[in-house]
């Protein structure tokens, strides 16, 4: 059997001994689109020990620190090139009062965190600790605000807070808490998942809210929002349905949250012990994302189809068990080769629907769900690179890259299904993504998530010439191996040597359990 697919594509080889043969052909010449670099934005939620513990831990902390934000994570943060950051929450955002979180730290209101874990916080991270740090970071904010449990003049004088630079009264406020000149603010939420923790309301009746509430998110001083509806869960496509139909072109922006195991309730395994079956259906269910995108998107398409309100899939990733030991509700867990993969396949995905896909936000930055950096939970001071912030690192060059359609061929396989693919899912064992980059240069990414079978992948540039060529890996001997406090080191990328060129064809050998991400030029 030989079948071929475009772009997300499989055919089917006989499986060889030794190497497996794979065909990827990247059509250099047809791409049009750009790869929005919001696509490899970052989420922080009031959470576990997400901001306090992770990015904050105060400028009195014995752990070193730069005006109270973990310097450690700072720098590798800024090391990231994060384009956007997502936050209060989550859920948390539907109860954040944002002016409890300014002012003299001392005089700010303790809250109880009800979402998650019942933890007492004391705001000392809040609008200004948030925004400033975007500036250090250098990404852009994104504000998500509270419909659930707040109100119309409260999300109002917050926009007006944080970017009116006139006589006005929160930008007077603003000023007498030390900040003069008034930040940019893009990307505002109009609520967070409306439809459960954010309100537990109808589409119909959020969409009157939306409405309602986004007309006073007023644009000061040149400040222009880009103002984003709480969109659906997975496949509920009646949410979009009515979100479009009721709000239609009053929303820039339409959210979606997808995570690869869904989770509020139940055992969904543990983020480093499972079995090679749980690991395929993993890679499977990660990859229904695109089934989720492209339905969303055909919705979207029926009433906008120029595209111009964007798919914002602001929450997503892995969520598996939190750590034995760690404090319930706070969602700690490790991060393994297995999440790279995970991290990889769904990058590509959307890159492949760029024309639709104007933001994605993995869950979470710090500490939480399928997080970049692990911070030790008993205040050492130590911290570790996951393997997913390994592979955002080396996609950077992804970010505002011209995306190229290609083709893949390789062997597939069949992998466990559940109550959403009763007869399970066909995976192919090797995906690819390619994107021309301003200076010319392809970068080309290569994942080879069969356990046991090397790739030999020949790859031909459709209308370029390909001259020179470099690239990393990121590898392991088990697909469960993770960075810890003792190994951080365990997973991280290296060169790589086997990419040659002849005659214009490449041919890479990548071996089981691996990522390469190639420059071609
Ligand atoms: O990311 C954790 C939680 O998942 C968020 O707070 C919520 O929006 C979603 O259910």
């Given at each position: 059997m030989k079948r071929i697919f475009t772009a997300i594509t499989i055919a089917a080889f006989s499986m060889t001994a030794m190497a497996d043969n794979a065909k990827v052909t990247v059509h250099v010449n047809q791409g049009s689109q750009k790869i929005h670099k919001e696509i490899y934005g970052q989420f922080a939620e009031h959470l576990g020990s997400c901001i306090y513990g992770g990015l904050w831990v105060g400028e009195n902390s014995q752990i070193p620190n730069i005006n109270g934000y973990r310097k450690d994570v700072f720098e590798a943060l800024k090391a990231?090139?994060?384009?956007?950051l997502?936050?209060?929450?989550?859920?948390?955002?539907?109860?954040?009062?944002?002016?409890?979180?300014?002012?003299?730290?001392?005089?700010?209101?303790?809250?109880?965190?009800?979402?998650?874990?019942?933890t007492i916080e004391d705001n000392s991270f809040g609008t200004h600790e948030f925004l400033n740090l975007c500036e250090m970071l250098g990404c852009e904010p994104y504000i998500s605000g509270n419909v659930g449990s707040g109100t119309v003049?409260?999300?109002?004088?917050?926009?007006?807070?944080?970017?009116?630079?006139?006589?006005t009264p929160m930008a007077k406020l603003r000023r007498q808490n030390g900040r003069d000149k008034a930040w940019k603010v893009k990307f505002l939420g109009v609520g967070n998942e409306s439809w459960g923790c954010g309100g537990n309301m109808r589409p119909e009746y959020y969409s009157d809210l939306y409405r309602r509430y986004s007309v006073y998110c007023r644009n000061y001083d040149g400040n222009n929002l880009y103002k984003i509806a709480s969109g659906a869960s997975d496949y509920d496509w009646n949410w979009t349905n009515v979100l479009m139909d009721r709000v239609g072109h009053r929303m820039n922006g339409l959210s979606l949250h997808y995570y690869t195991v869904t989770g509020w309730s139940g055992s969904k395994g543990a983020a480093t012990k499972f079995t090679d079956d749980d690991y395929y259906w993993t890679i499977?269910?990660?990859l229904e994302i695109e089934d989720v995108v492209n339905k969303h998107a055909e919705i979207m398409d029926r009433k906008d189809p120029k595209k111009q309100i964007g798919l914002l899939v602001d929450e997503w990733g892995t969520w598996w068990d939190e750590e034995p030991g760690t404090i319930p509700g706070h969602l700690y867990q490790q991060n393994a080769m297995r999440d790279a993969f995970v991290a990889a396949l769904s990058l590509n995905v959307f890159h492949r629907h760029c024309d639709r896909v104007r933001m994605a936000n993995i869950a979470q930055v710090v500490n939480v769900l399928q997080s970049m950096i692990l911070t030790d939970q008993k205040g050492t001071g130590h911290m570790v690179l996951t393997p997913t912030y390994h592979v955002f690192e080396m996609y950077k060059g992804f970010q505002e890259a011209t995306y190229l359609p290609l083709d893949?061929?390789?062997?597939?396989?069949?992998?466990?299904?559940?109550?959403h693919?009763?007869?399970?899912?066909?995976?192919?064992?090797?995906y690819s993504s390619a994107a021309k980059k301003a200076d010319g240069s392809i970068i080309l990414s290569l994942s080879n998530v069969s356990l046991t079978e090397p790739q030999e992948v020949e790859i031909t540039l459709e209308g370029a010439q390909a001259k020179a060529v470099s690239g990393r890996i990121l590898t392991c001997d088990n697909v469960?191996?993770?960075?810890?406090?003792?190994?951080?080191d365990r997973i991280r990328p290296v060169n790589f040597k086997d990419a040659k060129l002849k005659k214009g064809v490449l041919t890479v050998k990548v071996p089981a359990r691996s990522i390469v991400v190639l420059d071609v030029k």
């Open positions: 990231l090139q994060i384009p956007v997502r936050w209060p929450g989550g859920c948390f955002a539907d109860e954040y009062h944002w002016m409890d979180g300014i002012g003299p730290k001392d005089k700010r209101p303790k809250m109880q965190n009800n979402n998650w874990g019942g003049e409260e999300l109002a004088k917050w926009v007006e807070y944080m970017t009116s630079d006139g006589d499977g269910k990660c893949v061929q390789c062997t597939t396989k069949m992998a466990r299904g559940d109550s693919a009763k007869d399970g899912r066909e995976i192919s064992m090797l469960a191996d993770y960075n810890d406090f003792e190994n951080p």
